[in-house]
């Protein structure tokens, strides 16, 4: 797609303003919320809101991130014999580097609905953190595609292929392994990739099956009355670690397995979705020590997504099922607020940006909602391939990745 000279400025511009770096799954609090204004209410292929549409090689569901006018993901092809991390131009669509970070001999089977490039990278200045499993973790400079570090030795059988994304806090890069056979969570040190701990689950699943002990879910750092805390979902429970030492500072019970929902902290309520199981989706007080299951608040199991991610916002939750039930809640008691059922099927989380809701579909849908306790459709179009794979956010510009292309769009 040609771009015009005075778009390219337009684009220039909007880098400085509005999302400055959309830098881990989630973007830059890990909960689906961008300050972008001024983004269009209706996405449709060929129209004058999408300033480049840029094809992206092989299969990967990693989401876009951005740190100021660089994207960085993650993409293989479908064998997983090579894994790759790849940076657009946020301004012009070009591609800036496609950096082969690891060569895998004899990969484990994926399942067909996943890929081997499900992890999404965590930036900061200069560096690019990209995690892809038991394949390997890799630390590279933003700026050359250098390797800086690279481990390979912490392994698990993930079964169906990774998913988890890794996050940083402070000198400490957190990564979780929960596969059939061990489940593990593992801090490094972000500079060497040395590891400081490495913490055994000690969750009582209750079964020797081990595909019931499976996770795919990307922990969140969370600070409650002055104290740090790693908050990991998994199988059955979810665990929170002290950041230094990894102590088992609190574990909650919610059955289930395969959580792949990143946790929600807002207003002292932590918002956990369990994946599959009979406690589906729980809000607690993440307070006290050992066993604070009693310490949830309110929970339910119908519309909540096993796969994409909730919003919490203005004392509402928003959430679709993987079959298409978008739901609104009060955040506070769980109380309805309003239900409807949307065209397809997600596993994307939506983003809620400048009052709007976006939610995308496997067979690409897109519809835009109004973030409000009152439904109210705004736009229901389509692009040309689906998404299992996140938005992100540079300045006032939404970053979309497709089954095959990745799209800067944004009012004009």
Excluded at 2 to 28: A, D, H, K, M, Y
Excluded at 84 to 101: E, R
Excluded at 362 to 382: H, P
Aim: net charge neutral; charged share 20%.
């Amino acid at each position: 797609m040609r771009i015009p000279t005075c778009v390219l400025v337009c684009c220039l511009s909007t880098v400085c303003c509005g999302e400055t770096n959309w830098n881990q799954f989630r973007g830059p609090n890990g909960d689906g919320v961008s300050t972008a204004t001024d983004l269009p209410a209706k996405i449709e292929e060929g129209s004058a809101e999408i300033t480049w549409k840029t094809p992206i090689h092989g299969k990967g569901w990693s989401s876009p991130v951005a740190w100021g006018d660089r994207i960085w993901m993650q993409t293989a092809p479908e064998d997983g014999k090579s894994l790759y991390a790849v940076c657009v131009d946020a301004v012009t669509g070009k591609i800036v580097h496609d950096i082969k970070v690891f060569d895998v001999a004899d990969p484990q089977f994926c399942h067909p609905t996943n890929s081997y490039a499900s992890g999404t990278p965590f930036l900061e200045a200069g560096r690019v953190y990209v995690h892809f499993g038991r394949y390997g973790t890799a630390c590279l400079d933003s700026e050359t595609g250098k390797t800086l570090w690279r481990r390979r030795d912490l392994t698990c059988d993930h079964f169906r292929g990774p998913a988890a994304s890794p996050i940083v806090d402070g000198d400490l890069l957190f990564a979780a392994f929960d596969g059939i056979d061990v489940q593990f969570v593992v801090a490094m040190n972000k500079n060497t990739g040395e590891v400081v701990w490495n913490k055994t689950r000690d969750i009582a699943y209750g079964t020797d099956n081990g595909d019931r002990k499976k996770a795919y879910s990307t922990a969140k750092v969370i600070e409650v009355k002055g104290r740090k805390q790693l908050v990991s979902p998994s199988a059955v429970e979810t665990v929170a670690y002290g950041l230094e030492d990894g102590k088992v500072l609190w574990r909650v019970k919610h059955d289930g397995m395969n959580a792949a929902a990143r946790p929600l902290y807002v207003n002292g309520l932590l918002y956990l979705s369990a994946g599959s199981g009979p406690t589906t989706f729980i809000a607690l007080r993440p307070e006290g020590s050992g066993d604070i299951t009693d310490s949830i608040v309110w929970k339910t199991n119908k519309g909540v997504p096993r796969r994409s991610s909730q919003i919490v916002s203005n004392g509402l939750l928003f959430m679709v099922s993987d079959d298409g039930v978008a739901t609104c809640r009060d955040a506070a008691n769980g109380d309805m607020k309003w239900q409807t059922r949307l065209r397809g099927e997600y596993w994307a989380s939506p983003a809620l940006a400048d009052g709007k809701i976006y939610y995308f579909s496997k067979d690409g849908g897109i519809t835009v909602l109004k973030a409000s306790g009152e439904l109210q459709k705004l736009s229901e179009t389509n692009l040309d391939s689906g998404f299992n794979a996140s938005p992100g956010f540079v300045g006032n510009a939404m970053i979309l990745r497709t089954f095959q292309h990745l799209y800067r769009v944004e009012s004009k």
